[in-house]
Every structure is written in structure tokens, then in C-alpha cells.
């Protein structure tokens, strides 16, 4: 978890909504629409924001996988 705290740390710096959208769908349980409503923005939005998180994260994991 330590791991996962200091990833979303660097990518709340590169992209603070990023890491929000990752935070309360994986830690919040929010769905799509909560996570749009809860941010203020559209659900086309979250999908990107939580596409770009994953992969970005993953890409931070795993990053002999690039």
C-alpha cells in the first residue's frame, strides 16, 4: 500500500483529478456517474481519467512492461 500511496502522490503532482478519479473508484467505490457527479465533470471525462490512471500506475508497477 505504500507503493500504491507514493504512485498516486506523483500522479496527483502530474494530474491531481487523475489521482482523485483513481482514489474514489478503487478506494471509494464510486461508480462512473458517482465519480462524474462528485467531480463536477462529464462521464466521458472520468473514463479517460480513470483509463489514463490505470495504465499509468500499471506503467509505474510493471515498468519493464513499457
Keep these: 500500500m505504500v507503493i500504491v500511496d ?19 473508484r478503487c478506494f471509494g467505490g464510486l461508480d462512473v456517474s458517482e465519480t462524474a457527479s462528485v467531480l ?5 471525462t472520468i473514463k479517460n481519467d480513470w483509463r489514463f490512471a490505470r495504465a499509468w500506475l500499471a506503467s509505474q508497477l510493471n515498468p519493464e512492461q513499457k
Design 6 to 24: 507514493d504512485l498516486l502522490e506523483r500522479l496527483a503532482e502530474l494530474n491531481p483529478r487523475h489521482a482523485r478519479v483513481f482514489e474514489l
Design 40 to 44: 463536477e465533470v462529464s462521464v466521458a
